[in-house]
């Protein structure tokens, strides 16, 4: 691919789409590390983990719903466990308290 940079680096001078969607695409994705960088600060890094599980399953389900693609067993299974897991992180604290306060 390193033998192809030249024929990029022209793309990049000649095809104004091209020069314009990675700038948009670089700005983004700036932006989503800013942001991911003030959600660490203000949470920790378990709750921004599980939260990132919750994003890609949200993503993975609502670009299906759009593009009209069937979500077969093994996605739904994903997503299952992805939902569950989120899901459980968010309802363990109350689980976990009440029985080590008995013991």
């Known amino acids: 691919e390193g033998s192809r940079f030249g024929e990029f680096v022209e793309a990049f001078?000649?095809?104004?789409?091209?020069?314009?969607?990675?700038?948009?695409?670089?700005?983004?994705?700036?932006?989503?590390?800013?942001?991911?960088?003030?959600?660490?600060?203000?949470t920790n890094a378990v709750t921004q983990s599980v939260a990132n599980t919750a994003k890609r399953v949200i993503v993975i389900v609502g670009v299906a719903l759009v593009l009209g693609e069937s979500l077969d067993f093994m996605k739904l299974l994903g997503c299952a466990i992805g939902i569950g897991g989120v899901f459980l992180y968010s309802i363990i604290d109350s689980i976990v308290k009440p029985k080590a306060a008995s013991t």
């Open 13 to 42: 001078k000649t095809v104004p789409a091209l020069r314009s969607n990675m700038i948009a695409s670089a700005l983004w994705f700036y932006g989503y590390n800013e942001l991911s960088t003030m959600t660490l600060k203000k």
